[in-house]
């Protein structure tokens, strides 16, 4: 059997990075250079489309690094993997040079190193890979937002980031009484669970603009005094 370029194209590609096409979308750079609100399944794609993807939705991917989106798919800003069970490695994330927001879910993700090269990468979300332990070792500085679960990543490294701007941790059940100090530069951070934190001075080089989205059910105490008087720091009971 003969096939197009476009039929090869789609068979090679689904062969090595199997996906649910039902679910996974594609959307395109306008003229204006603009990403396109709607969105394509991938055998709506035509052969000169692929320099053109600039968002992809991905939903259970089947493979163990980034490779196959970088090469197929060079200039993407915005990339969503939903359900990843082969995802070991951000390898091939160095191929897409233009990547701005990265969201990943993956329960076997462990190899972050490749990532310390995405200069470009502003905004990530790694809140549902339970094996992200060492992942802010390799986060590129550059990031300005950040989603966490500090039950799956460690949080130590935090005030290296000194171009964070929104900042989110989710820490359900988690046992951090404490966090390392935040960087000046958070405008707003989010902060969900945390049963037993309870020491303030983590938040002393914080701007008393920032905004708290205080979604926690225990007090906060040892405030930094610049603090002690906004609301979002207060327990609601209390304001």
């Known amino acids: 059997m003969k096939y197009s370029p476009q039929e090869w194209l789609f068979t090679y590609f689904t062969a090595i990075m199997d996906f649910n096409e039902k679910k996974s979308t594609f959307n395109l750079f306008d003229e204006s250079g603009t990403v396109s609100s709607r969105g394509k399944f991938y055998n709506e794609l035509n052969k000169g489309d692929y320099d053109k993807v600039g968002s992809i939705f991905i939903e259970d991917l089947k493979s163990v690094d980034l490779t196959p989106i970088s090469s197929y798919f060079p200039n993407v800003t915005r990339i969503t993997i939903k359900k990843a069970d082969l995802l070991s490695s951000l390898n091939g994330i160095s191929g897409i040079k233009n990547l701005k927001d990265l969201s990943i879910e993956s329960d076997v993700l462990t190899d972050f190193n490749s990532i310390s090269k995405s200069i470009e990468l502003k905004t990530l979300d790694i ?3 339970p094996k992200s332990y060492d992942a802010l070792e ?7 937002h950040l989603i966490l679960n500090a039950n799956y990543t460690r949080i130590a490294d935090l005030s290296k980031f000194t171009a964070l701007t929104n900042l989110t ?24 669970g945390f049963p037993k934190f309870r020491d303030g001075s983590c938040f002393k080089n914080l701007s008393t603009k920032v905004y708290l989205n205080n979604m926690l059910d225990n007090e906060i105490e040892n405030l930094p005094e610049s603090l002690s008087g906004i609301k979002w720091f207060i327990h609601p009971s209390k304001r």
């Open 127 to 129: 809140e549902n890979c």
């Open 138 to 144: 390799w986060l590129p500085g550059t990031l300005t």
């Open 169 to 192: 941790i989710y820490g359900e059940g988690s046992d951090l009484g404490s966090f390392p100090e935040f960087p000046a530069s958070i405008k707003k951070l989010s902060l969900r």
